[in-house]
């Protein structure tokens, strides 16, 4: 897709319909100066600079990237019309585009009848999965586990309704026996299962937590928000047992009762793109509102009356349509990039365990990599683990010549102590480095990825740890890729900072 052509295309398409409505004059007020935009407009693109590379394979930290072109052009040229999905009078096409979206996502998890739509985010779809909860099962509480998304607390708290934190086990999924436990108080209404921590992709054994949720009458919602899309993957049996990915988890999401996804993250879109799905279209009349300003013109539920929210960018569906006529919701089409992602981990995982700079801080399983630079011999203590990963990421992030961008992930000395025993517990947690793998084209970079990282943790755990003075054929061996051919869309891509060099540094420079 070349922006070049599809960028004035998009602005055309409302422009050339608006003419069948006559010519008419813009009202002087929001008149401008071409001169003063061009102004404005240069120090606006200088303030944009001010940003990591998201779009480019050195940025390995959290699970951001830019939309997809197409995703783009359909939010573009949607835009210029302005619908608002509030409502189907808001913009029918957008509407229309919006329901055929959200049965493709219904159709993702195999649920067999569904209300849903999108919403603003993840956050919003799950406060109104837990609303919905709520209304239900008055009286009762909320399950999800320690490792669950921050916002399940939060929006508990919203609604007035008392949250239970559930331990996980040694991989950070939600463990049964504890959830037992507490069902068996009887306080729990609704259990929230997560299928892709957004720490440590984790997935939440879905399939038992839906047998013992029912065995005590409550309900399950599925917080999918950023694992939701390999359903795609698991889905096939011989692609989820190539890729390590359980499928039984995900195949139990059809018989949960919501469930939430966002196509802001593994779904090419720009925010403002999350999705929530019932199972039971009758939830509708928990959302039963009157509102004096809207009218009509549909004898379906408004997408408005089944939401919590008003206003919604219609360009939102309008962006995910057309991303999926092109990436259809199969393993073939979207999956693809997904299992790119998943390969890339699984590959890094190995490299990281083959050599001796980095320790993963546990096996991936989906396309999130934790690990922290390897600490010396002895009893390494967990505070010095925390330093040098603090290390790992400023130094970085600060190297104008040969960056790499990570995150890092929070866990608790406990959490840590189980997974590598050796620890001399100190502090009571510690920051271990994380990488999202959500651009399939980490796949390609990854030889200079892993070098690089690598180099970085032997510099940051110094002359007594091990590999401190880096190999001259480890960081180095990797073959030099000019940064200009890893960008295939000119238009959808920031240029690259000039301190930026087009080709990997010479030993003596790496060893810096
Ligand atoms: C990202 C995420 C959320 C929150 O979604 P937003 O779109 O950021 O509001 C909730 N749960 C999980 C598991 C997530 O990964």
């Not at 010396?376 to 390494?380: T, V």
């Not at 690259?496 to 087009?502: C, F």
């Given at each position: 897709m070349d922006l070049r052509y599809w960028l004035p295309r998009a602005a055309e398409v409302a422009e050339r319909w608006g003419e069948r409505f006559g010519s008419f004059a813009a009202h002087p007020s929001h008149r401008v100066d071409e001169a003063d935009f061009a102004a404005a407009f240069e120090r606006f693109a200088k303030r944009l600079e001010h940003n990591y590379p998201f779009f480019h394979p050195r940025y390995a930290g959290q699970m951001v990237k830019p939309p997809h072109p197409a995703a783009l052009v359909g939010y573009l040229t949607a835009m210029r019309f302005n619908p608002n999905n509030h409502a189907y009078e808001g913009g029918p096409a957008t509407n229309d585009m919006e329901r055929e979206c959200v049965a493709a996502l219904a159709g993702m998890f195999g649920l067999p009848a569904h209300v849903g739509h999108l919403t603003s985010s993840g956050t919003i779809a799950n406060l109104e999965a837990l609303y919905v909860a709520r209304q239900s099962h008055p009286g009762r509480g909320v399950a999800y586990s320690a490792q669950a998304h921050y916002t399940h607390s939060r929006m508990c708290h919203v609604l007035g309704v008392a949250g239970h934190a559930v331990a996980a086990d040694a991989q950070g999924r939600m463990d049964p026996g504890a959830l037992e436990e507490l069902l068996r108080t009887g306080r729990v209404g609704t259990v929230v299962v997560t299928c892709g921590t957004t720490g440590l992709g984790a997935v939440d054994p879905v399939h038992e937590v839906l047998a013992l949720a029912r065995r005590y009458g409550a309900r399950v919602h599925v917080d999918a928000a950023y694992g939701g899309f390999f359903a795609l993957l698991a889905g096939d049996d011989e692609r989820a047992a190539e890729l390590g990915i359980d499928p039984l988890p995900w195949r139990a999401i059809a018989g949960c009762d919501s469930v939430t996804v966002d196509p802001h993250k593994h779904g090419l879109q720009p925010y403002g793109c999350g999705a929530v799905l019932f199972a039971d279209p009758a939830i509708g009349r928990h959302f039963a509102h009157d509102s004096p300003y809207t009218y009509f013109t549909d004898a379906e539920l408004h997408l408005g009356e089944i939401s919590l929210e008003c206003s919604r960018a219609g360009a939102s569906a309008a962006a995910l349509w057309l991303t999926l006529q092109l990436l259809p919701l199969t393993a073939d089409g979207l999956g693809a990039g997904l299992a790119a992602g998943r390969r890339t981990a699984l590959a890094w995982a190995e490299l990281i365990e083959a050599g001796d700079e980095l320790t993963l801080y546990q096996r991936p399983q989906l396309d999130i990599v934790t690990y922290f630079p390897s600490p010396?011999?002895?009893?390494?203590a967990l505070s010095a683990i925390d330093a040098a990963g603090d290390r790992v990421l400023r130094a970085g992030m600060a190297d104008e010549r040969d960056p790499v961008y990570l995150s890092v992930l929070r866990v608790d000395a406990g959490d840590f102590a189980r997974r590598h025993p050796g620890v001399r517990v100190d502090a009571d947690g510690a920051r271990v480095l994380r990488s999202v793998l959500i651009k399939p084209e980490a796949q390609a970079w990854l030889p200079r990825l892993h070098a690089r990282v690598a180099e970085l943790a032997a510099q940051a755990v110094g002359p007594d740890g091990p590999c401190a003075s880096p190999s001259s054929d480890a960081p180095t061996a990797v073959p030099a890729v000019p940064l200009a051919v890893a960008t295939a869309v000119p238009l959808a891509v920031p240029t690259?900072?000039?301190?930026?060099?087009?080709s990997v540094p010479s030993p003596e420079e790496s060893a810096r």
């Open positions: 010396g011999g002895g009893r390494p690259v900072p000039s301190s930026v060099p087009s």
